[in-house]
C-alpha cells in the first residue's frame, strides 16, 4: 500500500511538473538486492520497534575505520572522495563517488580512505530501538 502510495505521488508530481514545464524527474535505483557486497545473503529482520537511522560520515584523508559490524541491515552511497572496504576475509570493495553499498551484517569488516581527499558517505540503517548500529570490534 505504500509503496503504490509513493509511486502515485511520484507520478503526480512528474505530471505537475510537465504541465509546468519545468526540470525533468529522474528516477535512477542505486541498489536493489538480498546480499550484501561480498555476496553474503542479508538476514531477516529482527523483531521489535523498528528504528531507521541515518548518517553522513565524513572519512578524514589517510584515515583507517576501527574493526566493527552491524547488528542491523544496512545500505550507503559514497557522495564524495573514494572509499576502500575490506571484510574479515580480506574481500575488498573499492567505492568510487556515487556509488551504493549494502553493508555486511554480522561480518567485521573496516573502511579506509587511501586517498588525499575526505571520502563522505550517508548511511541508511534498519533495525530496532534494542539494537546498536554499529559494534566496534576490540583489538
Not at 18 to 37: D, F, G, Y
Not at 104 to 123: C, D, R, S
Request: glycine share 6%.
Amino acid at each position: 500500500m505504500k509503496i503504490k502510495l509513493t509511486l502515485g505521488i511520484l507520478a503526480l508530481l512528474v505530471v505537475s511538473c510537465a504541465a509546468r514545464k519545468t526540470s525533468h524527474i529522474e528516477v535512477v535505483k542505486l541498489a536493489e538486492t538480498t546480499k550484501s557486497w561480498n555476496g553474503d545473503t542479508l538476514p531477516a529482520y529482527p523483531e521489535g520497534q523498528p528504528k531507521v537511522t541515518v548518517l553522513k560520515i565524513t572519512i578524514p584523508p589517510k584515515t583507517k575505520l576501527h574493526k566493527h559490524y552491524h547488528p542491523v541491515i544496512n545500505s550507503g552511497v559514497l557522495l564524495k572522495g573514494e572509499l576502500k572496504v575490506v571484510d574479515v576475509d580480506n574481500k575488498v570493495l573499492i567505492l568510487k563517488e556515487g556509488d551504493a553499498i549494502v553493508e555486511l551484517v554480522y561480518k567485521i569488516h573496516y573502511g579506509i580512505n587511501e586517498t588525499n581527499k575526505p571520502a563522505q558517505i550517508i548511511v541508511f540503517y534498519a533495525g530496532t530501538e534494542d539494537l546498536p548500529i554499529t559494534v566496534v570490534e576490540k583489538d
